[in-house]
């Protein structure tokens, strides 16, 4: 929800556009200033936080965009793929991940050879040649059985976007029309990978509570904002933000590549039944 724009001495938190979980170069340009060394843009649900513009706001500041698409594998925007505008992307394989190894594991991508190198450098101890390190690394390798997982899975990795849009699909024509819903969109241009299925409730825990009891679980991403948590609540603004509000209303419907069209039915008539009383 929110981003943090400045990386070093003061994060800067950057809300998200209206009617939106992504941060945009809207909301984040008035923000920027001569100490900005970095934003972070994360493209939240596997959808993209205005790449295109968020790439020219930071070329015309000369700042590098650092793109967190940890939830976002496969997903495009203008035909582009995440994690391609930036100076660097960023990917989680974590087990709950779109793209998912067995356990931890992540890559990043540049496009810049000699950032690529520093970065080969210091996943593994910044040692360039065995015991001897040229710069204060760590161990960050990908295992390799995690690695040939990963590469199997790459096999199937296509119709599970497929199957991931084709469900979201479902659930927005379903779930359309319903006054007290709000549902996620779509800006032109752009491809999401509905890394989650998330809408936004004013009575959310009571929605929550009414599904749960049909036995239909649900989840809450995120129940405190990035800024309301303790590394960075010393810069958090004390007046309640759009993302404090976001994090009372959230709600993840059941979300997974082989949901079947009669589940998604039954959830989103149980929805419609809970919003219209
Ligand atoms: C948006 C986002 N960024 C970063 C991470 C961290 O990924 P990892 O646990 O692989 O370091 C996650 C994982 O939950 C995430 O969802």
Redesign the pocket.
Known sequence: MVAILSVGATPVACEPAPGSYNITAAMAAPLITPRTRAVIA???YGHPADPTGLAALCAAHAVPLIE?A??AHGATSQGHVLGSFGRIG?F???P??NLEALR???AVVTSDDALAERLALLRNYGARDKYFTDLAGTNSRLDELQAAFLRAKLGSFATMCAQRRAIAARYLQELAGLPSLMLPGTPDGDAPVW?LFVVRNSRRDALRAYLADLGIATAVHYPVPIHRNTPFAAYAPTFETESDRISREVISLPFWPTLSDDRIDRICAAIRHSCLT
């Open positions: 994360v493209h939240l967190d940890a939830q960023c989680s394989f974590y709950t991940k931890d594991g992540g890394h």
